[in-house]
């Protein structure tokens, strides 16, 4: 006996428990290639410090630093750079995660509108949301610490490199902190550029 072809809506409520599927395990794995990247960008921040280390083994550190002059804060402004877009490639993860998110909720709205259950029985247990346009790209009380972090540790190197290249110690201070400021505001500036076109643009 065959069975009954199903109904547009039947398929479609099919489609979309398969797509539920297959886009939760799409989000956790974002999620998980974000921390990945992050340990990735620890590495990059931290190995100078070992190899200087190696190499000053025998020499002084300010006396190595001194001699390799202007390679000091452009090697600072090249670690930071490359920070940079490293935490612009984890914010594009993140905002991945957080449209897979996006696509859920909408799924699971679907299904309680058509429940037939009354908005009580729904609030009972239905605690996730059902928002489409939320979780919000920018997250200024959550994914804002990650960007944070990148803008603190790649501002410390330029503002460290230019520390020991600048002899003048009134421009050494200024410039060092003009820059380390420079970068940090610009981390800010990516994220929210990023987070901004993600919501404005991006399924335009």
Same mark, same amino acid.
């Not at 997250?139 to 540790?153: I, Q, S, T």
């Not at 505001?185 to 929210?192: F, R, S």
């Given at each position: 006996?065959?069975?009954?072809?199903?109904?547009?809506?039947?398929?479609?409520?099919?489609?979309?428990?398969?797509?539920?599927? *297959?886009?939760?395990?799409?989000?956790?794995?974002? !999620?998980?290639?974000? %921390?990945?990247? &992050?340990?990735?960008?620890?590495?990059?921040?931290?190995?100078?410090?070992?190899?200087?280390?190696? !190499?000053?083994?025998?020499?002084?550190?300010?006396?190595?630093? =001194?001699?390799?002059?202007?390679?000091?804060?452009?090697?600072?402004?090249?670690?930071?750079?490359?920070?940079?877009?490293?935490?612009?490639?984890?914010? *594009?993860?993140?905002?991945?995660?957080?449209?897979?998110?996006?696509?859920?909720?909408?799924?699971?709205? =679907? &299904?309680?509108? *058509? %429940?037939?259950?009354?908005?009580?029985?729904?609030?009972?247990?239905?605690?996730?949301?059902?928002?489409?346009?939320?979780?919000?790209?920018?997250?200024?009380?959550?994914?804002?610490?990650?960007?944070?972090?990148?803008?603190?540790?790649? %501002? /410390?190197?330029?503002?460290?490199?230019?520390?020991?290249?600048?002899?003048?110690?009134?421009?050494?201070?200024?410039?060092?902190?003009?820059?380390?400021?420079?970068?940090?505001?610009? =981390?800010?500036? /990516?994220?929210?550029?990023? %987070?901004?076109?993600?919501?404005?643009?991006?399924?335009?």
């Amino acid at each position: 006996m065959t069975e009954p072809a199903k109904t547009p809506g039947e398929k479609f409520e099919e489609f979309l428990l398969k797509e539920y599927d *297959n886009i939760a395990q799409a989000h956790f794995n974002t !999620v998980n290639t974000i %921390s990945a990247f &992050f340990r990735y960008y620890l590495l990059i921040v931290a190995l100078p410090v070992p190899l200087l280390a190696l !190499v000053t083994k025998e020499r002084g550190l300010l006396e190595l630093l =001194h001699d390799l002059g202007g390679a000091v804060p452009a090697a600072s402004v090249l670690i930071a750079l490359v920070g940079l877009l490293v935490m612009c490639y984890v914010c *594009n993860l993140r905002f991945d995660a957080l449209l897979y998110a996006r696509a859920v909720n909408g799924i699971r709205k =679907h &299904f309680a509108e *058509n %429940s037939g259950l009354g908005p009580e029985a729904l609030k009972a247990f239905l605690v996730l949301p059902t928002k489409t346009d939320k979780p919000p790209y920018f997250e200024g009380r959550y994914f804002l610490f990650v960007v944070l972090a990148f803008a603190l540790l790649d %501002s /410390a190197y330029p503002f460290g490199g230019l520390l020991f290249w600048v002899d003048w110690c009134c421009a050494r201070w200024v410039s060092a902190f003009v820059v380390a400021g420079g970068f940090f505001a610009l =981390h800010l500036l /990516a994220y929210w550029w990023l %987070s901004v076109w993600r919501e404005r643009q991006y399924l335009k």
